[in-house]
């Protein structure tokens, strides 16, 4: 094969990589500003009776955990 159309397949090659690299980052961003907060998701969920009655009986044993875990931090 000439060295030339060789040296374009491979510039060619490595434009395709760049685009392909190029498209999957900007989805993963398009994706990543989608993404919403645990607080949003925590505010989406609390509409749900059955969660939100879960969720506050749980509180009481969370709070013991994020007061053990703030006196390891001192």
């Not at 760049?18 to 998701?41: G, P, Q």
Request: no cysteine; net charge negative; glycine share 0%.
């Amino acid at each position: 094969m000439n060295k030339s159309i060789e040296i374009k397949l491979d510039e060619a090659d490595e434009q395709a990589r760049m685009t392909e690299d190029r498209l999957s980052h900007e989805e993963i961003f398009s994706n990543v500003r989608k993404m919403k907060t645990f607080d949003d998701m925590l505010v989406q969920q609390l509409q749900d009776e059955e969660f939100k009655k879960e969720y506050e009986a749980i509180q009481p044993e969370m709070n013991e955990i994020r007061a053990s875990v703030a006196s390891q931090k001192q």
